[in-house]
């Protein structure tokens, strides 16, 4: 398995490691961890919780640009390092993201932001320089 195919793997895992922070600041709410309504009570977080809330959403959000990128390098057999490179720029970008984001760390946090949206864009663009 190419590195670019096994960083897609890792980015699908951040969907579930994103939302770890969430549930930390939900059970930590009066009455803990809702899991009946537990969208409710994501809405009514705030401070950090609100945060982590945020960049979870923006982790489900950013993932199927980045996919897409993957599978147009992987299907147009762009082997290049440059493609493992942004792949790998991808995972860290979006690692930090979301603990700058939790941390209010605004202007650093939208550096990692389009760190990680230019890679995913020039995975899709791979073809045309691969």
Known sequence: ?????????????????????????????????????????????????????????????????????????SVSDVTSSLVSILAIAYVIARVLFLVLYIKNIATIRSIAWAIGYLSSLALLCSPAWG
């Open 1 to 73: 398995m190419t590195i670019e195919l096994w960083c897609l793997f890792i980015a699908g895992l951040l969907h579930a490691l994103s939302k770890a922070p969430l549930v930390k600041a939900q059970a930590q709410c009066a009455g803990g961890y809702d899991n009946k309504n537990p969208r409710e009570q994501q809405a009514a977080l705030s401070g950090w919780g609100k945060r982590a809330l945020a960049g979870h959403q923006n982790q489900i959000e950013s993932f199927p640009l980045f996919a897409a990128g993957v599978l147009v390098a």
